[in-house]
């Protein structure tokens, strides 16, 4: 029973992974910076000086002061306190996108790569379909039939994401079910589900939770590219790619009220690049994904 | 390599029925009657009845895919809604305009994240190595529909060197192409950069190096040529994404491609030539992932194309 002996380092593989993790400066500052934006998005009300919708019609267009530091839109709305409402509608669109990508995608990988045969031909084929729609394009297809709108939007996301998570999942599956354990756990009478879900799926772990982040990149990206199309959130939402998308008239005049809500995409998106290639680098650096 | 070909192809026609199937469900999948919505919400119940019988919709969902399908392989994708023109004379002309964009980007980025990954490559652990990666990861983090608004204030409203949106020649491809390979640039050059490092770990860089070859030459004539390999297949893959990411630069740069097309007929509800536009972008993509993994094999001579 070597292979269940207590770890030799006292640290345990946990320890070991978050040494790496933080000494990582780059990953750091991903976490950092998500960790901010968590909590501006929950303490909205309290950091926003002025109401997002609310209108001011002697602040029109007006640019960055003391008084509005991101300036105001067309409308005399303050822009920074519309970003700072906006973070929460872009962490739940991603974070609900995740969790229905994510639960879907595993579920079938699970399927396919353990019962084999007909399942796991039907999930490949699957894959290879949902892949076949590159990009943009399979949330278009999705928002094409359910109409415009943020569960369109989620729906969209969370569909574009499913094929990452079968692959990743159904991979580490194939890898471990030939492993002794697995025929152990069947020899004492284990049933498939458990094998599958106490077994196999904590070997899931790794590679899912830098998917995770990874993913939330893409997935802000995409579900912010669709507001900006009129597909997600829509006016007066402080939704940042619905104001991307209203300040685009405004270019000429007042290009911060469309340059602020970038910036916004743009951190969000690269604290989940940072970390997930951190996440990566110290749980193995030559995983594949 | 024929046998090889003949194969892939093989493989690759369930995931072309898988397309279509796709693309004809966008329709049946839509709430409500598909006749009704072809027929528009204010058409009479006489107008409705007509549509469904003109277009099979009163058969069984089989019967109506299988037309569906006849009609796909011999370009017939019935009529846009809106112009009423064929859903082809629609899209084609579109989609050559999108395939230009792509194709401008994907030299683009390939030419520029070679030259950053090879750089960043040779200078590894230094500074250069830092800032380009740093690059790399503003590239992939930034939105297009952001980077593309910048560079019109920038190149077109302040400096005045490229106009800002149309399509009439080179000079407007410009900077769309730039926004639109951006992110695919910062791809290539993250794979380039790791497939170079491999590369020059080798021996026999090793003994190029020994022999005392210069390292220009060692770097540019030995190991980059290698190093490509693994490329190729990114560039593959680049090229769906940059189609599929063609959607949001059309827009912004009013370049009259496939990509805006669809989303203008998805605000429109012109469902056939979002399941047209949606199939010919898909149908795309795989071929061109058939092509490069064809090249793929032909580059890199270690791997067999018999065997899996």
């Not at chain 2, 119940?45 to 006849?70: C, H, N, S």
């Not at chain 2, 640039?185 to 950069?193: D, E, F, P, Q």
Request: contains cysteine; hydrophobic residues 50%; charged residues 15%.
């Amino acid at each position: 029973m070597t292979e269940t002996s207590p770890p030799k380092k006292p640290i345990g593989q946990f320890g070991l992974f978050w040494r790496r993790l933080r000494r990582n400066r780059l990953a750091v500052a991903g976490m950092l910076i998500i960790a901010a934006i968590v909590l501006v998005s929950l303490l909205a009300p309290h950091i926003a000086p002025y109401d997002p919708l609310k209108q001011n019609y002697r602040a029109l267009l007006a640019p960055m002061s003391g008084q509005h530091w991101f300036g105001c839109d067309q409308v005399g709305r303050d822009i920074f306190s519309r970003i700072v409402h906006g973070a929460g509608i872009t962490l739940r669109i991603g974070v609900l996108a995740i969790l229905i990508g994510m639960a879907a995608g595993i579920g079938l990988g699970l399927l396919g790569g353990y019962y084999g045969g007909l399942m796991d031909i039907c999930v490949v084929y699957l894959t290879d379909i949902l892949l076949a729609f590159p990009g943009l394009l399979l949330a278009l297809a999705v928002i094409a039939i359910f109409g415009p709108g943020i569960t369109s939007v989620i729906l969209a996301c969370s569909f574009s994401s499913i094929p990452q998570f079968i692959r990743v999942t159904r991979g580490v599956v194939l890898a471990e079910k030939e492993k002794d354990y697995v025929t152990a756990a069947r020899a004492i009478g284990e049933r498939h589900t458990a094998i599958m879900m106490r077994y196999i799926l904590p070997n899931c772990v790794a590679p899912l939770v830098v998917l995770v982040s990874l993913r939330m990149a893409v997935i802000i990206l995409i579900a912010s590219g669709l507001s900006f199309l009129g597909f997600g959130a829509q006016p007066p939402s402080p939704e940042w790619g619905a104001m991307l998308s209203e300040g685009r008239a405004y270019l000429q005049t007042a290009p911060h009220i469309a340059i602020f809500p970038g910036l916004a995409i743009m951190t969000v998106v690269l604290a989940f690049n940072l970390l997930g290639d951190g996440l990566r680098d110290a749980l193995d650096p030559r995983m594949k994904i | 390599m024929i046998h090889y070909i003949l194969r892939r192809i093989l493989i690759l026609a369930p995931t072309l029925i898988g397309i279509t199937l796709v693309s004809f469900l966008i329709l049946q999948l839509v709430p409500g009657d598909p006749a009704r919505t072809i027929a528009g919400l204010e058409a009479d119940e006489d107008t409705v009845q007509a549509v469904r019988r003109e277009l099979g919709l009163d058969k069984p969902l089989i019967v109506q895919y299988g037309l569906f399908l006849k009609n796909a392989v011999t370009g017939n994708f019935g009529q846009s809604i809106r112009t009423k023109n064929s859903v082809m004379a629609e899209i084609w002309p579109r989609f050559l305009n999108t395939l230009r964009l792509t194709f401008a980007s994907i030299v683009i980025s390939v030419i520029v994240g070679v030259a950053i990954g090879t750089i960043a490559a040779k200078h590894h652990n230094t500074a250069v190595d830092y800032a380009t990666m740093g690059l790399v990861l503003l590239g992939v983090s930034t939105p297009t529909f952001w980077s593309g608004l910048i560079i019109i204030l920038v190149f077109s409203v302040s400096l005045g060197w490229f106009p800002s949106g149309g399509a009439h020649g080179l000079i407007h491809l410009v900077l769309p192409a730039v926004t639109l390979a951006a992110p695919s640039a910062a791809i290539t050059a993250r794979m380039t950069r790791s497939s170079m490092l491999e590369v020059l770990r080798q021996d026999y860089i090793k003994t190029a190096r020994a022999k005392g070859q210069k390292e220009s030459r060692v770097i540019y004539g030995h190991a980059l040529k290698n190093a490509l390999i693994p490329t190729v297949t990114i560039v593959g893959l680049q090229f769906g994404y940059l189609m599929g990411g063609a959607v949001l630069v059309e827009i912004i740069f009013t370049w009259p491609g496939l990509g805006r097309l669809i989303v203008n007929s998805i605000l429109t509800r012109d469902y056939p030539i979002v399941q047209a536009g949606v199939m010919l972008f898909a149908t795309t993509f795989v071929l061109t992932n058939l092509i490069v993994d064809i090249l793929y094999h032909y580059l890199d001579p270690r791997i067999s194309y018999d065997g899996d």
